[in-house]
């Protein structure tokens, strides 16, 4: 865990950020909010590419910013690592070329190249010029750089934004990748959920400049008055479990939480794993008794928590606690008034199997 | 029929050596146009440009009062060498970096700001202090703009003739360059050297261009990509 504690005011125009953490990073921290919340101007200030008049900055045991003793490291001593939106691959030089200015400059023990070129898959790369290359190879190029000078601290600022669809889904399993192999402290700007409950493990939401939350991702996901986790396709908890049997007829994975049993279409991970399963709110259905004669396979005590109702809108969320974790629901406001349901009432959380997802 | 070697390597060395200074001048100053965020930023582009414009003679006038050696730069020069800038080949030195500095600052300035913030913050982030952003990042990425600043230079001082007049005359091996040597031929009549040099000239300007326009394609890649 490495603790990176900050104290930033900035005001640009209308705009102002205004953050005082203590941010623990174990793995990937990511940070959620909308266009023009802040989060690239926090991850600029971060890497000194910005400055302000006041604030703090501490990494590990440095100091790179401190406005009331004079303190400012310039970018290129703070031994980050940053990847930008766009991949900002220095045109004159070959992959190869663009790695080594890296490497050249990298501070202490370097990662091993062969590994990093392994791991993202830039072996066939090296003798080519980005002008050449894909958008999706040019932003694994940069991570690949970024990696190369041995950074203390990886910034990642979108990357995956400017990407088509198709891109993405060419880039995480190589993020994750990275993110497993080389465990290097994370920040991970984006401004969908989507990247953030796969790979992150900690969430900071950013609104209009203020940290609104901060916590594990199976926490904050489940903030009913959060509006950024709350988006219509993407509302959503993360359970997790313990994978316990397959079955190969069926192609179905039995998991198991608490004391209960969960099964999940195709098969995902060894027996024995944990695994992190995404369930979307407008995927979960609420019973006031237990159903028979239904195709959904998986039927949960539930005791309801939270319910928070949007008039604007036609629907209603609703925090269930299953053993322990907690379920989002989506339902329409109509349905809540019709089953009348209170806080502490025990319900069955309906899940349907299709709809577990491995993370 | 004679040619005015004399006058040609006069020539050449004065725009050789007005090139290199005017590399090593444009280039500080060019990064400042490109990155001050000052309000005076506008008045110093103008001021650069002005002798894109202004009459060869007007320049020639008053670096001719500048240089006198009476008063001013000209008199603290004379106290310092015990030469006047007036009718010297340092003199034209002075005048032709003064009358090209446009021609090598304005491509430079071009190709830093075609380089762009990214790439440098970019460099910055992977641990590259400014200096060497400079001589690793923009400067290869501005080969292009040196290139079109050297030959702009050097032809450009090739066919300086109204401010050489003013302030240098016609002093063979000091002053004489062969504009001047090809405009004292016309005079007298002299049209059998008058045509050697103008051919000369004409040729050598065009080989030079038609080089360069060969390296530049030759060394051509899209500055816009991989940012």
């Known amino acids: ?359 | 029929m004679e040619i005015d070697w004399q006058a040609f390597l006069l020539t050449a060395q004065l725009a050789g050596l007005t090139t290199v200074i005017l590399l090593v001048v444009a280039t500080p100053l060019a990064w400042w146009l490109v990155h001050s965020q000052r309000s005076w930023v506008g008045w110093v582009e103008a001021l650069v440009a002005l002798p894109l414009v202004l009459p060869p003679t007007v320049m020639g006038f008053y670096l001719l009062l500048l240089f006198a050696p009476g008063s001013g730069p000209g008199a603290w020069w004379f106290s310092l060498t015990g030469e006047p800038l007036n009718f010297s080949f340092t003199g034209l030195v002075i005048a032709s970096v003064i009358y090209s500095l446009p021609f090598a600052v304005q491509p430079i300035q071009g190709a830093f700001s075609s380089v762009g913030r990214g790439v440098l913050e970019a460099g910055a982030t992977l641990g590259a202090s400014p200096m060497d952003r400079f001589f690793r990042l923009v400067l290869p990425l501005s080969r292009r703009g040196y290139l079109t600043a050297t030959v702009l230079v050097f032809a450009h001082t090739l066919g300086e003739f109204g401010v050489v007049l003013m302030i240098g005359g016609n002093i063979p091996g000091e002053t004489r360059v062969v504009s001047v040597a090809l405009y004292e031929a016309v005079e007298t009549l002299n049209y059998g050297s008058a045509h050697t040099m103008a051919a000369m000239l004409l040729g050598f300007s065009f080989v030079v261009l038609l080089v360069v326009y060969a390296l530049n394609r030759r060394f051509s890649f899209r500055l816009g990509s991989g940012v």
């Open chain 1, 1 to 359: 865990m490495t603790v990176l504690r900050i104290g930033l005011e900035k005001t640009l125009g209308e705009f102002s950020l205004q953050i005082t953490q203590q941010l623990n990073i174990h793995t990937v921290l990511g940070i959620l909010g909308n266009n023009g919340a802040g989060k690239t101007t926090l991850l600029r200030l971060l890497a000194g590419l910005d400055r302000t008049e006041r604030g703090v900055i501490e990494f590990g045991g440095s100091t790179w910013l401190d406005s009331n003793r004079g303190i400012f490291v310039p970018p290129h001593k703070r031994r980050i690592g940053m990847v930008f939106q766009d991949a900002r691959l220095f045109p004159h030089l070959t992959v190869e070329g663009n790695l080594n200015f890296a490497a050249d400059r990298g501070v202490g023990q370097l990662l091993p190249r062969t590994e990093v070129l392994s791991a993202l898959g830039l072996e066939g790369l090296l003798a080519r010029k980005p002008e050449g290359l894909s958008g999706g190879e040019r932003q694994r190029v940069a991570l690949a750089r970024a990696l190369m000078s041995a950074p203390q601290l990886l910034l990642l600022d979108e990357p995956l934004s400017a990407a088509d669809m198709g891109y993405r889904v060419e880039l995480l399993p190589y993020l994750r990748r990275v993110i497993e192999r080389f465990s290097i402290p994370t920040l991970y700007v984006a401004h969908t959920l989507d990247e953030l409950t796969q790979l992150a493990d900690q969430l900071l939401v950013l609104r209009e400049g203020r940290c609104v939350a901060l916590g594990s991702v199976t926490e904050v996901l489940v903030q009913l008055d959060l509006p950024e986790v709350a988006g219509r396709e993407e509302a959503s908890s993360i359970i997790t479990a313990r994978v316990t049997s397959h079955d190969l007829e069926y192609q179905l994975t039995y998991l198991a939480f608490g004391g209960q049993t969960l099964s999940l279409s195709g098969l995902v991970a060894m027996p024995g794993a944990d695994v992190r399963i995404r369930v979307f709110a407008t995927d979960v259905a609420i019973a006031l008794l237990e159903p028979a004669g239904i195709s959904i396979r998986n039927v949960l005590p539930a005791i309801v928590t939270a319910i928070r109702i949007d008039a604007a809108s036609p629907f209603a969320d609703v925090l269930v606690a299953v053993d322990g974790q907690s379920l989002r629901v989506r339902m329409t406001r109509a349905s809540l008034d019709e089953l009348n349901l209170t806080e502490s009432q025990h319900v069955f959380a309906l899940l349907k199997t299709a709809s577990l997802a491995s993370d």
